[in-house]
Structures are given as structure tokens and as C-alpha cells.
């Protein structure tokens, strides 16, 4: 069993930074592989980024490369998601998973999820 908790999200004027969060119990949290999603209403939920199995080199879709960062700090359980130059189209909901087997880009390889926060982007 694992939990997962987002928060950080909020309403930011396009241009500006957000930093989520998403705090874990229940595992391992340093030997675990974490990523953030991304899911707006009527619309298929989207990767966002991950840290590898080695967790040196993360992945990020296109959409946010240059712009998300994905960090984590093991002693508080937390893993971080960065986000700069934030868009209107960056609007939606967000959501942290714990990764269980599989592509780590694919939110069927992730069986523990956070319950979400809002992001906000205006034009």
C-alpha cells in the first residue's frame, strides 16, 4: 500500500513558475520510481515526467522538456515537480504515481496514485 499526497498547485498568470509536490508513505521511497501526470477534463491522461530506475537521467514529454523539473528529496519522502514558463495549455489537473512495472510513460504502469491538485494557468 502506498499513499500519495499532491499539493502546490494553485493560479499563476502564464509566464510564471509553480512548484508541485507529492509526499509518499508506505514504501520505500528512495528505491521507488515516481512521475507526474497530467488530466484535464474529457481528455486522456497525459504524461508529464519521471525519474529513471537508476533515477539519474528523468524523462519528460515534449510539451513541458526545458520548461518541468523533476527532483525528489529522499529524506522527506517527496518528490517535486518544477514548473517555469507555465502556459494556458499547462491547465489541468496533476497527479503524482508511484511506478510499479512497465514504460514509465505509460499511466498503466503506475498503480498508486495522488488524488490531484489544480493548476491554473491564465492568459
Known amino acids: 500500500q502506498v499513499q500519495l499526497v499532491e499539493s502546490g498547485g494553485g493560479l499563476v498568470q502564464g509566464g510564471g513558475s509553480l512548484r508541485l509536490s507529492c509526499a509518499a508513505s508506505?514504501?520505500?521511497?528512495?528505491?521507488?520510481?515516481m512521475a507526474w501526470f497530467r488530466q484535464a477534463p474529457g481528455k486522456e491522461r497525459e504524461f508529464v515526467a519521471a525519474?529513471?530506475?537508476?533515477?539519474?537521467?528523468?524523462y519528460y514529454s515534449d510539451s513541458v522538456k526545458g520548461r518541468f523539473t523533476i527532483s525528489r528529496d529522499n529524506a522527506k519522502n517527496t518528490v517535486y515537480l518544477q514548473m517555469n514558463s507555465l502556459k494556458p495549455e499547462d491547465t489541468t489537473v496533476y497527479y503524482c504515481?508511484?511506478?510499479?512495472?512497465?514504460?514509465?510513460?505509460?499511466?498503466?504502469?503506475?498503480?498508486?496514485w495522488g488524488q490531484g491538485t489544480q493548476v491554473t494557468v491564465s492568459s
Open positions: 504515481a508511484a511506478f510499479t512495472s512497465g514504460d514509465l510513460r505509460n499511466a498503466n504502469s503506475y498503480t498508486y
Open positions: 508506505g514504501r520505500s521511497f528512495s528505491s521507488a520510481t
Open positions: 525519474d529513471t530506475l537508476s533515477r539519474s537521467v528523468p
